[in-house]
């Protein structure tokens, strides 16, 4: 069956250093993988995109990678600041069809001032 | 803000009623989506219109339904509500087609149900 895994566990972090979450997928080929932030009781609002055949992405202190071989994908946010403390979702995008995203139960950081 | 609109922001009801939520996505969007989300569970993908037209369907129970209308604005109608209907309930939109950012989401504030 087709699964999206982000850690369950909320990643604590000193304000400054760099987060580094993780997305894998299995029995997906998506074209496309997003990344959204949501914070509580808000809906979620779209921070990056980045293609299948796209390494790396980056917008200001955030950065994605996208390995299609190991089905993984990493959102970094660097120098990480209180503000960031929120949930992250990854959405995988099969790039044709209905347009439906998949997305994966949202990985909480916490940036500890 | 995400440009798209959804009303009520809460609602309370009982077991056995009937509720419809509103959303009226961002301009010039023709996607519309449907999420249901609890404490527990993720973003569950309930249904999409698309210019009218249902194109998936998700998890979405045969006590729900929704529907498109011409002017793009969509509703979710929960009948026979039980308990376990409580949850956030989230609409959002996206062009649809034809660009490469067309299945980016815009998500509204969301519809806090409470079933008591």
């Known amino acids: 069956s087709q699964k999206i895994e982000q850690n369950s566990e909320a990643l604590n972090i000193q304000e400054g250093k760099t987060a580094t979450l993780t997305c894998n997928y299995t029995?997906?080929?998506?074209?496309?993988l997003q990344w959204y932030r949501q914070d509580p009781g808000r809906g979620p609002v779209f921070l990056l995109l980045?293609?299948?055949?796209?390494k790396e992405k980056r917008k200001e202190r955030l950065k994605v990678t996208f390995d299609t071989t190991l089905k993984q994908s990493l959102f970094h946010i660097t120098a990480s600041q209180p503000a960031d403390s929120a949930t992250y979702l990854c959405?995988?995008?099969?790039?044709?069809?209905?347009?439906?995203?998949?997305f994966g139960k949202g990985n909480q950081v916490v940036v500890i001032p | 803000d995400s440009g798209v609109t959804q009303t009520p922001k809460h609602l309370i009801t009982a077991t056995g009623q009937r509720v419809t939520l509103r959303c009226s996505p961002r301009?010039?969007?023709?996607?519309v989506y449907w999420y249901q989300q609890s404490l527990d569970q993720g973003l569950q993908f309930l249904i999409q219109?698309?210019?009218?037209?249902?194109?998936a369907k998700g998890n979405i129970l045969e006590r729900f339904s929704a529907q498109q209308f011409p002017d793009l604005h969509s509703e979710l109608n929960l009948s026979s509500l039980e308990l376990g209907d409580s949850a956030l309930y989230f609409c959002?939109?996206?062009?649809?087609?034809?660009?490469?950012?067309?299945?980016?989401?815009?998500f509204g504030a969301g519809t806090r149900l409470s079933v008591l």
């Open positions: 959405a995988l995008d099969r790039g044709y069809g209905n347009n439906r995203l998949a």
């Open positions: 219109y698309y210019n009218g037209e249902e194109r």
């Open positions: 959002a939109s996206s062009v649809g087609s034809g660009t490469l950012r067309k299945n980016i989401q815009y």
């Open positions: 301009s010039g969007d023709l996607s």
């Open positions: 029995n997906y080929s998506p074209a496309y």
């Open positions: 980045i293609r299948e055949n796209e």
